[in-house]
């Protein structure tokens, strides 16, 4: 069953980012990473090179740049920069891959930069089920500096999402020790 939203109203769109970038997407405009290093590198998939990446939600966009401060940045302050859907071309709008990884049973990890593009051209019409399932889309252009506001993350929030991520990690660790321990027992 698909879901859809209701694009007769704007929506918010989200991007959880460094606060120390900030300065330059508020005068460059918010970038596709391009050849800059992947700041999802952590992930088994790194984002693709030609995209900005937006949430629907705010909490999403907050717990991303969580990930990214904590994973990658040493717990670097974090902030939320927001875009108006309707201010974006939708002619540059295609789902998110982690949409198309779920929704067509695909395994993109192993896929080329250049195969796991063309595969999202060919399911570009479906960035509205993707934004309405897994509250994400992704952007194939620079987002002007004309359309983003910035959306500082209250302390309270930042701080309850750094304790889930955190609780999330140490419990991932125990899982794999348990194992390992249970592995070393068998032998």
Do not use: C
């Not at 984002?47 to 939600?57: A, E, N, R």
């Not at 063309?118 to 994400?136: D, F, G, I, P, V």
């Not at 889930?164 to 419990?171: D, E, H, V």
């Amino acid at each position: 069953m698909s879901r859809t939203y209701n694009f007769r109203r704007n929506i918010t769109l989200y991007h959880g980012t460094l606060t120390a970038l900030l300065p330059g997407i508020m005068e460059k405009g918010l970038r596709p990473r391009g050849k800059a290093r992947s700041h999802d590198e952590y992930l088994q998939m790194a984002s693709m090179p030609q995209f900005v990446y937006l949430t629907s939600s705010y909490d999403l966009a907050v717990q991303h740049a969580v990930r990214i401060s904590e994973r990658t940045a040493n717990g670097a302050d974090i902030t939320v920069v927001g875009v108006e859907l309707n201010s974006l071309d939708r002619d540059l709008l295609y789902p998110d891959e982690d949409y198309l990884s779920e929704e067509w049973n695909s395994d993109l990890r192993d896929w080329t930069v250049r195969v796991r593009l063309n595969y999202m051209k060919r399911h570009q019409h479906e960035w509205k089920e993707s934004l309405a399932t897994m509250k994400t889309v992704a952007h194939r252009s620079m987002i002007p500096v004309t359309a983003l506001t910035e959306y500082p993350v209250p302390l309270w929030m930042e701080k309850a999402a750094r304790f889930s991520l955190r609780s999330q990690t140490m419990r991932l660790k125990m899982i794999a020790a348990s194992r390992l321990a249970a592995k070393a027992a068998t032998l």
